[in-house]
């Protein structure tokens, strides 16, 4: 367990710069998807009663407070890895959650306004911003939010730190 948990704070951070677009684009949308919970009634407590969450208006505040905090943990490109996974987890759930009533046509969602209305093709066109929210949060995990990130900056500053006698004690 504690190989994973190095594994999650050592990120690589050598990855192109270009990796801050995927940031980007993955933060933003999850920091805006995060407020609108919060702004609007359908996207928050009243989409979660929908679906039959339990205790929907304490899960609708949990997952808007990830996606802000996560989206903001992504722009600024801190703690990359380890948000990454709850974010990951809560694209699995949303996907789970609203696309097999799709398929189904059993949705209590409002479907598609044209067609497809159901079955695999609504899916898979409802479903590109999940799917690309969880492949680019994906990448992240693996490779690191890159070269223009704080975790760059923060793992250059101590590597630049001087050896002292109590951090000689303390490895």
Same mark, same amino acid.
């Given at each position: 367990? %504690?190989?994973?948990?190095? &594994?999650?704070? $050592?990120?690589?951070?050598?990855?192109? %710069?270009? *990796?801050?677009?995927?940031?980007?684009?993955?933060?933003?949308?999850?920091? &805006?998807?995060? =407020?609108? @919970?919060?702004?609007?009634? /359908?996207?928050?407590?009243?989409?979660?009663?929908?679906? !039959?969450?339990?205790?929907?208006?304490? *899960?609708?505040?949990?997952?808007?407070?990830?996606?802000?905090?996560?989206?903001?943990?992504?722009?600024?490109?801190? +703690?990359?890895?380890?948000?990454?996974?709850?974010?990951? =987890?809560? +694209?699995?759930?949303?996907?789970?959650? #609203?696309?097999?009533?799709?398929?189904?046509?059993?949705?209590?969602?409002?479907?598609?306004?044209?067609?497809?209305?159901? !079955?695999?093709?609504?899916?898979?066109?409802? =479903?590109?911003?999940?799917?690309?929210?969880?492949? #680019? #949060?994906?990448?992240?995990?693996? /490779?690191?939010?890159?070269?223009?990130?704080? $975790?760059?900056?923060?793992?250059?500053? %101590? @590597?630049?730190?001087?050896? *002292?006698?109590?951090?000689?004690?303390?490895?």
């Amino acid at each position: 367990m %504690r190989d994973f948990f190095a &594994w999650l704070a $050592d990120a690589p951070v050598d990855g192109p %710069r270009s *990796t801050l677009v995927l940031r980007v684009m993955a933060g933003g949308v999850f920091l &805006w998807e995060g =407020i609108l @919970k919060f702004v609007y009634a /359908n996207q928050g407590v009243g989409r979660f009663t929908k679906l !039959g969450m339990p205790f929907p208006h304490m *899960t609708a505040n949990f997952v808007g407070g990830v996606e802000i905090v996560g989206g903001l943990l992504l722009l600024a490109g801190l +703690m990359t890895r380890a948000i990454a996974i709850p974010l990951m =987890i809560e +694209m699995v759930v949303a996907m789970l959650s #609203t696309k097999i009533s799709l398929f189904l046509g059993t949705s209590p969602l409002p479907l598609p306004p044209s067609p497809p209305t159901i !079955g695999i093709w609504a899916v898979l066109h409802e =479903i590109r911003s999940e799917y690309a929210q969880l492949l #680019t #949060t994906g990448f992240l995990l693996m /490779n690191g939010a890159g070269a223009w990130s704080l $975790d760059a900056l923060f793992r250059k500053q %101590r @590597k630049q730190q001087p050896v *002292t006698l109590a951090s000689q004690w303390a490895a």
